[in-house]
């Protein structure tokens, strides 16, 4: 079975573009959550979606947005990128909230602002 | 404070060594807990779960301790292959649904 993937893997953009990343969960799983992780920290909490819908959101501007599929993949949209932004964005999937349960992860997409 | 704080690191420890990591975490509501690897440039793996009356899996024992806030996770026998950076998980349900990672604890096994 396939594990959750990301596109692209990696992504060069220049500050004050916009960037979108796509992930596809575990077949089954309908919760995603996005993370992004700098290095030598670990991952930060941006969201989390269930069933379609927005169930946490951690401590990002709103330049940051996301959304979910009805087949349950998702896209993290990030928009007036900066410099700051550069970091390793995972997502993760889990059959329903991760609340209680662990998360799969993605390889994530590697996101360069020049 | 930061509401997930880990041991910071590198720990270094020669082979068959025992290790032990400890994490606190700041918010009483936080309801599961977990302990991922994350090995360089790799994504975050599941290590255990962590259950309230503390769990074994072959060399590592996770405990969690509600009264104090903390987990902890012990490695014995280690070998190379556990060289890693040793993150703690916390989720916690307060208005919404939020997954905190710690920072995480770079462990190097030396022959």
């Known amino acids: 079975d396939a594990g959750v993937t990301q596109s692209p893997t990696h992504l060069i953009k220049t500050r004050g573009q916009h960037v979108t990343l796509r992930c596809s969960p575990i077949?089954?799983?309908?919760?995603v959550s996005w993370y992004q992780q700098v290095l030598g920290q670990g991952p930060q909490f941006i969201f989390q979606?269930?069933?379609?819908?927005?169930?946490g959101r951690g401590n990002f501007p709103d330049r940051f947005s996301a959304r979910q599929f009805p087949n349950y993949s998702s896209e993290l949209n990030v928009n007036a990128l900066l410099l700051g932004d550069s970091a390793l964005y995972l997502c993760a999937s889990s059959p329903e909230v991760p609340r209680n349960q662990p998360q799969h992860f993605g390889d994530g997409t590697r996101l360069s602002i020049l | 404070r930061k509401e997930v704080e880990q041991d910071p690191g590198p720990f270094n420890v020669p082979e068959g060594a025992t290790v032990a990591f400890n994490c606190t975490y700041s918010n009483s509501a936080s309801q599961s807990f977990f302990w991922y690897r994350q090995d360089c440039r790799k994504e975050p793996k599941l290590l255990m779960s962590v259950y309230s009356s503390g769990n074994e899996d072959g060399r590592f024992t996770a405990q969690l301790n509600r009264a104090s806030q903390y987990i902890s996770l012990l490695i014995r026998d280690s070998k190379l292959s556990d060289s890693a950076t040793y993150l703690c998980v916390v989720s916690r349900l307060n208005r919404d649904d939020k997954i905190i990672f710690g920072k995480g604890t770079r462990l190097h096994i030396l022959p």
């Open positions: 979606y269930y069933e379609k819908e927005e169930r």
């Open positions: 077949s089954g799983h309908k919760s």
